[in-house]
């Protein structure tokens, strides 16, 4: 049971555009929210978090955005940079499940072209 | 501030050895989870350790198992080893979380990449 979920495997963005990638979460004990970016063959790096308590984080070029009633987040990257090809996971937690427990959904491979 | 470190990055076993890896976290962090990567299964959670103690535990046999030391260190054992067990393996730091209190982010290591023939 795929409790979060990336249903666009791939996204291409020209540079200086918005990329907008997507998440879906089942769980509604999941109270925090994370997105991280990964190349290959490197762990995980943290971009982004937002608490259930808000709908919307900023943090320079990215933005979280949570909608808990249609169990739904996004990540906004303005402009988008060659640099932000990568692998990008949305990750969730609860409280529950016990605190640093994360569900990662399946990814989505950004490319950004010139 | 140093990054959590991962050892070995690259190790190749043999079908039903066993192998130890090891997490050093970044400083100040008492909490340490463990992650499997596969292309089949993605990010999967294995266990995570607070105080010396496992204090959540994911979806994987008794052949996966963990510990950690006083000085936050920690370490996964995986014995028996299977062809399946072929994965990265990412060990992530973080202050604990607590219920009703501020939640933190995880950090990742580089990871070690095992592959069992």
């Known amino acids: 049971d795929q409790q979060v979920k990336q249903n666009s495997p791939s996204l291409s963005v020209q540079e200086g555009r918005i990329s907008i990638l997507n998440c879906d979460y089942t769980?509604?004990?999941?109270?925090?929210f994370l997105w991280y970016k990964k190349y290959p063959a490197e762990g995980p790096t943290f971009l982004i978090s937002?608490?259930?308590?808000?709908d919307k984080n900023e943090d320079g070029r990215f933005t979280v955005f949570l909608n808990k009633s249609a169990k739904h987040l996004s990540l906004h990257i303005v402009p988008s940079q060659p640099g932000d090809s990568a692998v990008y996971f949305c990750?969730?937690?609860?409280?529950?499940?016990?605190?640093?427990?994360?569900?990662f959904g399946t990814g989505t491979q950004l490319k950004v072209e010139l | 501030k140093a990054g959590v470190t991962q050892t070995p990055r690259y190790l190749i076993k043999t079908r039903g050895q066993q192998v130890t890896l090891s997490c050093s976290p970044i400083?100040?962090?008492?909490?340490v989870s463990w992650y499997q990567q596969t292309p089949g299964q993605g990010l999967q959670f294995l266990f995570e350790?607070?105080?010396?103690?496992?204090?959540n535990k994911g979806n994987f046999p008794g052949r996966f198992s963990g510990r950690q030391f006083s000085n936050s260190r920690s370490e996964m054992n995986v014995s028996t080893l299977e062809l399946g067990d072929s994965a990265l393996y990412l060990c992530?730091?973080?202050?604990?979380?607590?219920?009703?209190?501020?939640?933190?982010?995880?950090?990742f290591g580089p990871g070690t990449r095992l592959t069992v023939t």
């Open positions: 769980n509604s004990m999941f109270d925090y």
């Open positions: 992530a730091s973080s202050l604990p979380t607590f219920p009703g209190l501020t939640r933190y982010e995880q950090y």
């Open positions: 937002i608490s259930s308590i808000k």
């Open positions: 400083s100040g962090h008492r909490s």
């Open positions: 990750a969730a937690s609860g409280l529950t499940g016990g605190g640093n427990k994360l569900t």
């Open positions: 350790y607070f105080s010396e103690t496992q204090r």
